[in-house]
């Protein structure tokens, strides 16, 4: 009986624990299933609010989101392009790393004509990049067949730079809110890297921040607050994880695939993340405002 007692005495204990904890996040379908290819990657949003992608309906395609999930053509790329990631400077102008054509293209605000922005033969498939201070564009370079990788710099004057190279599987890459740093992920390796970086863009001091056991990473983006939302591939999560290297939350998608992610929404709080088994965006709230719509709107 003292048993029974015991054990009901410590459920009355444990039960409100479980119910005051908060239900975690999940996502929901923000375009229709498999308007994109399997490559839709890329996501971005401009100030316009406007959310753009890369290979809707056919690869070598920008494709473009409005506010209730339509989607449409917005440019294909030149013949023998393939685009991956794509972000906005701060004056509106796009850029599109091109796997395909080893450069990097830019798309000056409000038009849809691309420009070749930066090429390099010895570049493997460019990847994503991110905007640092300046507007240097950091680029991260997989060699998906070996495992490796390599990382880029390109300077508002267009001059191309290889920063590190025998890195692993390089993929996401993503500059904290106030600009001092730089994180660099390792696909296959499951490691996410963080560099100082310096007054003249190059970067220092090497630093592991946070690592995996288990399946892949990919595209990241940091919110307002420096939480880096890192895309778990074939996990079918996001981790949430703070400046210091903790994780905070993980949050639940619908498909298994996730390949990178954007913020956007009138506040800067939706997330938007891209699909590849699903061939759509999944959306959810986030922590904080995105720190590229907090530079934008703040």
């Not at 930066?118 to 564009?137: F, R």
């Not at 296959?188 to 990473?217: A, C, H, M, P």
């Amino acid at each position: 009986m003292r048993s029974v007692i015991n054990i009901l005495f410590g459920l009355f204990f444990i039960f409100p624990l479980f119910n005051c904890n908060e239900k975690q996040r999940t996502s929901e379908d923000f375009t229709s299933e498999f308007g994109f290819t399997p490559g839709i990657e890329g996501p971005a949003v401009n100030a316009n609010g406007e959310l753009f992608a890369v290979n809707f309906a056919r690869e070598g395609t920008i494709g473009k989101v409005n506010k209730t999930g339509e989607s449409e053509i917005f440019i294909s790329l030149p013949e023998g392009s393939i685009g991956n990631g794509i972000r906005f400077d701060l004056q509106g102008n796009m850029f599109i790393a091109d796997y395909l054509g080893h450069k990097v293209y830019r798309i000056k605000k409000d038009t849809k004509d691309p420009e070749v922005w930066a090429k390099d033969s010895t570049m493997n498939q460019p990847n994503d990049l991110a905007i640092g201070p300046g507007g240097i564009i950091y680029l991260s370079d997989p060699n998906w067949a070996e495992n490796t990788g390599k990382l880029w710099m390109v300077s508002p004057e267009r001059e191309i730079l290889l920063l590190e190279e025998g890195m692993g599987t390089t993929n996401g890459v993503e500059v904290s809110p106030d600009g001092k740093t730089l994180y660099v992920n390792e696909s296959v390796q499951r490691v996410v890297w963080k560099y100082d970086i310096q007054e003249n863009g190059k970067l220092s001091n090497k630093t592991k921040f946070i690592s995996f056991t288990d399946f892949g990473l990919d595209g990241m983006r940091c919110d307002m607050e420096g939480n880096l939302y890192l895309t778990r591939y074939d996990k079918g999560t996001v981790a949430i994880v703070s400046p210091e290297g903790k994780i905070l939350e993980e949050v639940l998608l619908k498909g298994k695939k996730p390949s990178n992610i954007a913020f956007g929404g009138d506040k800067g709080l939706d997330c938007f993340v891209t699909m590849a088994d699903r061939g759509c965006f999944e959306t959810f709230e986030a922590l904080s405002p995105g720190s590229y719509y907090s530079k934008i709107h703040y």
